[in-house]
């Protein structure tokens, strides 16, 4: 295995609006479209908290095997995080046993039908195939939660809560991994990104264009957004200067970012031109309206 199963591409990204999961207002995971039977690993360590057999309670193949984890220390606060659309999980886990980061989870899955497979198996034998419409493809599953297993219990929401948001945590794993990003590359954002490389392109130096929204994301306030790894999903808005309260800002899908060097409305510690907003925060209606 020359690279790990993060370092492939995204399939589908996390939040509404991406055109996946209609019936769920939009993807509550991000999916990966690593090869089919491919080691899964753990991102982060901690103690596992539900292994499903993927069927729901009449018995019907759904979203393929699942795993939850309880963190040891919670990722942004988030307890919980799952991988699904597996072939099979690991048969040596089981609730209440720890994992440590890069122990074996299971294997990717995500197939409709054994073909999807190509002709691979994982050490089980076995293959899960789901039903068509709950899997586009072979691809493997992240999932932050607040219960201990997907799609169940509690902290389950209608439609994608922002904070539960995995990209950085994958962005975080490529990152640490040995040539994860190509030379010269830093710790922010790249164009060269899957996550950017679907919705941006580069039209300046410090300019992106959003192409799903029409929307560009420029200077301070690019720069901030990609140092948090784009965690605010896409531009809503262009950059926009509130004369009241004289701060520039820039309206996001999961959030507000703030241009406020003199830091007149807010100062949170660790960092310099800009903040980041959420959409539901006193400050941002105060802003937005």
Same mark, same amino acid.
């Given at each position: 295995?020359?690279?790990?199963?993060?370092?492939?591409?995204?399939?589908?990204?996390?939040?509404?609006?991406?055109?996946?999961?209609?019936?769920?207002?939009?993807?509550?995971?991000?999916?990966?479209?690593?090869?089919?039977?491919?080691?899964?690993?753990?991102?982060?360590?901690?103690?596992?908290?539900?292994?499903?057999?993927?069927?729901?309670?009449?018995?019907?193949?759904?979203?393929g095997r699942q795993v939850g984890v309880r963190l040891d220390h919670p990722y942004k606060g988030i307890p919980f995080i799952a991988y699904l659309h597996l072939s099979e999980a690991?048969?040596?886990?089981?609730?209440?046993?720890?994992?440590?980061?890069?122990?074996? =989870?299971?294997?990717?899955?995500?197939?409709? +039908?054994?073909?999807? *497979?190509? %002709?691979?198996?994982?050490? &089980?034998? /076995?293959?899960?195939?789901?039903?068509?419409?709950?899997?586009?493809? =072979?691809?493997?599953?992240?999932?932050?939660? +607040?219960?201990?297993? *997907?799609? %169940?219990?509690?902290?389950? &929401?209608? /439609?994608?809560?922002?904070?539960?948001?995995?990209?950085?945590?994958?962005?975080?794993?490529?990152?640490?991994?040995?040539?994860?990003?190509?030379?010269?590359?830093?710790?922010?954002?790249?164009?060269?990104?899957?996550?950017?490389?679907?919705?941006?392109?580069?039209?300046?130096?410090?300019?992106?264009?959003?192409?799903h929204t029409n929307k560009d994301a420029a200077y301070a306030i690019l720069d901030f957004y990609r140092h948090i790894g784009g965690a605010p999903r896409l531009p809503l808005s262009?950059?926009?200067?509130d004369p009241v309260h004289d701060v520039t800002y820039q309206v996001f899908e999961a959030g507000v970012i703030v241009y406020d060097p003199g830091h007149k409305q807010d100062n949170?510690?660790?960092?310099?031109?800009?903040?980041?907003?959420?959409?539901?925060?006193?400050?941002?209606?105060?802003?937005?309206?």
């Amino acid at each position: 295995m020359d690279k790990p199963w993060y370092m492939y591409d995204f399939t589908v990204q996390f939040g509404p609006g991406t055109g996946y999961d209609p019936g769920y207002g939009g993807a509550h995971d991000i999916d990966i479209g690593a090869p089919p039977n491919y080691p899964v690993t753990a991102l982060l360590p901690g103690t596992i908290s539900s292994v499903t057999n993927g069927t729901d309670e009449n018995g019907t193949a759904i979203w393929g095997r699942q795993v939850g984890v309880r963190l040891d220390h919670p990722y942004k606060g988030i307890p919980f995080i799952a991988y699904l659309h597996l072939s099979e999980a690991n048969p040596a886990l089981s609730e209440g046993r720890h994992v440590s980061k890069g122990d074996l =989870i299971g294997w990717v899955g995500g197939g409709n +039908r054994e073909e999807d *497979y190509n %002709h691979t198996h994982n050490p &089980t034998g /076995h293959n899960f195939t789901n039903t068509p419409g709950r899997s586009s493809r =072979i691809q493997v599953g992240v999932a932050l939660m +607040r219960g201990p297993e *997907y799609g %169940h219990g509690a902290g389950w &929401t209608e /439609h994608p809560d922002p904070s539960l948001n995995p990209t950085q945590l994958i962005l975080d794993a490529r990152r640490d991994f040995p040539g994860g990003f190509p030379e010269g590359e830093d710790d922010m954002l790249q164009i060269t990104d899957p996550f950017a490389a679907a919705y941006f392109t580069q039209i300046a130096e410090d300019r992106w264009h959003c192409v799903h929204t029409n929307k560009d994301a420029a200077y301070a306030i690019l720069d901030f957004y990609r140092h948090i790894g784009g965690a605010p999903r896409l531009p809503l808005s262009g950059e926009q200067h509130d004369p009241v309260h004289d701060v520039t800002y820039q309206v996001f899908e999961a959030g507000v970012i703030v241009y406020d060097p003199g830091h007149k409305q807010d100062n949170p510690s660790g960092f310099a031109t800009s903040y980041l907003l959420k959409l539901d925060s006193e400050l941002a209606k105060k802003i937005l309206h």
